[in-house]
């Protein structure tokens, strides 16, 4: 039986729902940072981004059972997802102050694309000619996006560049170890070791986030927090959306983040997109969704849904 409708229609529905909703906070997380990068640190932001998701996921662990919630079966792996997780925020953050929100957005959405060409290293599977076909589709929609004389095309192009690498890393990371964690404790993990590692920075830096802090307004808090809370609840929408529907169904929907990020950048930045850009991003959405679909339908086996915590911010 196919597993897309195996499942009963309206746990499909909310499964859809539920990504949906993943994306939106997503697209939402980034405005909220390209907002704060004007007014605060960047480092201060990333830290209180995951902090506030180790505290609540903490708090959740902890009434739901107690310690032995904390305990992990492969440290390594938790501390090398984590770091992963860290890389693509970091240079995400970064990028989106020098980046329109959707051209962004667009050009991170090449992460299921790099998955096809590191999959061949990372998990020794076979890649198809019709897969590296996407592969170069794909990055000619890229090159729409970042074309010369777009005021995009330089080193700033290479910023979401690198964060889809590094998101193509972390879901194949997450991907070969999924099943062996409980999703909601490597949640957890994620949040306090990014918050560990940006502590560590922030102290050998010159930067007081305490100061920091205490001078930002009510309003810079305000979206602060709301940052906070869009990394970590749409994660967990995002993992709750795999347990109810196939990750064949969902990740098409995922793309949904790109409309997000064009409405968003066009009402708070009036930022938008030329005919060029849209046309590039639609190609990136076709192509990346095509390879997610050709990667889920070649496993013989259902993914766990940790594996499918892979959108990183």
């Known amino acids: 039986m196919n597993p897309a409708t195996a499942a009963p229609p309206t ?3 909310s499964g859809i729902g ?7 906070c997503f697209a939402t997380l980034d405005s909220g940072v390209k907002h704060l990068s004007l007014v605060l640190p960047m480092l201060v932001v990333v830290w209180f981004r995951y902090g506030v998701q180790a505290l609540i996921m903490g708090v959740w662990l902890l009434s739901r059972g107690g310690w032995r919630r904390f305990r992990v079966q492969h440290p390594r792996f938790q501390l090398l997802r984590g770091v992963l997780l860290l890389t693509t925020s970091v240079l995400a953050f970064y990028a989106l102050r020098v980046m329109p929100l959707a051209e962004f957005t667009a050009v991170v959405m090449l992460a299921p694309v790099f998955v096809t060409l590191l999959a061949p290293l990372v998990l020794r599977e076979h890649v198809s000619a019709l897969r590296w076909a996407l592969v170069v589709v ?4 890229a090159l729409l996006v970042i074309r010369p004389g777009s005021g995009l095309f ?9 964060v889809a690498l590094a998101s193509a ?14 999703p909601m404790t490597t949640h957890f993990y994620t949040g306090a070791i990014g ?17 920091s802090l205490g001078a930002a307004s009510l309003q810079h808090w305000a979206v602060l927090t709301m940052v906070a809370l869009m990394g ?9 959306g795999l347990g109810r529907a196939p990750t064949a169904v969902l990740m098409p929907f995922t793309y949904a983040q790109i409309a997000f990020a064009t409405l968003w950048g066009w009402i708070i930045f009036s930022q ?42």
């Open 154 to 162: 330089g080193w700033a192009a290479l910023l979401p560049l690198t």
């Open 195 to 211: 918050a560990a590692l940006l502590g560590v920075a922030l102290l050998a830096s010159p930067v007081d986030a305490f100061e």
């Open 11 to 13: 746990r499909v529905l």
């Open 272 to 313: 938008t997109p030329d005919a060029w850009a849209f046309a590039g991003m639609a190609v990136i959405a076709a192509s990346g969704a095509t390879s997610v679909w050709l990667n889920v339908r070649a496993r013989s086996q259902p993914q766990a849904p940790a594996a499918a915590d892979a959108i990183a911010d």
């Open 169 to 182: 890393l972390f879901q194949l990371v997450t991907s070969r170890m999924s099943g062996l964690e409980s």
């Open 18 to 24: 539920l990504t949906v909703l993943a994306v939106a």
């Open 232 to 240: 970590t609840f749409g994660h967990l929408a995002f993992i709750y």
């Open 138 to 141: 794909a990055f000619v929609g």
